[in-house]
């Protein structure tokens, strides 16, 4: 597997861009994703909190570890002591504990509010007006430990390229009516091996790419 050849090519596809890649290295081994590092990249993606935590134990401790999969509050305290971005917020109750272990841990937690949408309801994501009442300042004001630094969201699994940039076009247009009044929000991730081009075309600022550079995953998780 030509893992620092994917990384390579993706990087030389946004160089300039001012986008950042995430590399997903949900169910892959850590010899893979040590080949990714030894050649410079420290910046991966995981979507299961236990499968980070043992990640994170076992490797070096300059790696910048992003969480983009569904979050439970219950599990937020083992990745709060170095979890770099947390992409999947998807609910006030989730942002209250990850502010709760960000005091506890006496640092201030980056999150993404994943957004739905998709036109499918399997996608998880809060709604735009949820999104908007988390931003209220007097609701914001109260966590402190934690800092909004953009929006993320998942398109519709589908190979319809016009509803996938329709969704994508939808995210970024919404991003844009509130970055104005939210200086902090700098981020909008969007774009996966099959959409990242798409993604980029449509406005994304960070890219999170699994399969295509360590290979397809056989359990899909
Ligand atoms: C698995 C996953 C990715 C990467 O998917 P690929 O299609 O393998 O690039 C990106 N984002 C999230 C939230 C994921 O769960």
């Not at 272990?101 to 996608?123: F, H, P, S, W």
Request: charged share 25%.
């Amino acid at each position: 597997m030509a893992i620092v050849e994917n990384i390579q090519f993706i990087e030389k596809e946004i160089a300039g861009k001012d986008i950042t890649l995430v590399a997903v290295s949900k169910t892959k081994p850590v010899e893979m994703l040590m080949e990714a590092y030894n050649a410079g990249f420290k910046r991966f993606g995981e979507n299961y909190v236990q499968e980070l935590v043992g990640k994170y134990e076992e490797m070096p401790k300059d790696i910048e570890w992003h969480f983009i999969g569904h979050l439970q509050s219950n599990k937020v305290k083992y990745i709060a002591p170095f979890v770099s971005l947390i992409h999947s917020v998807d609910s006030f109750k989730l942002l209250q504990e990850i502010n709760k272990q960000g005091a506890k841990n006496n640092r201030v937690i980056d999150c993404l509010l994943q957004i739905y949408i998709a036109e499918e309801d399997t996608k998880s994501g809060m709604t735009e007006e949820e999104c908007l009442e988390i931003l209220k300042p007097e609701v914001l004001g109260q966590l402190s430990n934690i800092k909004i630094a953009g929006l993320m969201g998942m398109t519709t699994l589908t190979d319809d390229e016009v509803q996938i940039r329709k969704e994508f076009k939808k995210l970024k247009d919404f991003y844009n009516s509130i970055i104005s009044e939210n200086s902090s929000l700098q981020i909008l991730s969007m774009g996966m091996s099959g959409d990242y081009t798409i993604a980029i075309e449509e406005g994304s600022t960070m890219i999170r790419v699994g399969s295509k550079i360590f290979g397809e995953r056989i359990y899909q998780k």
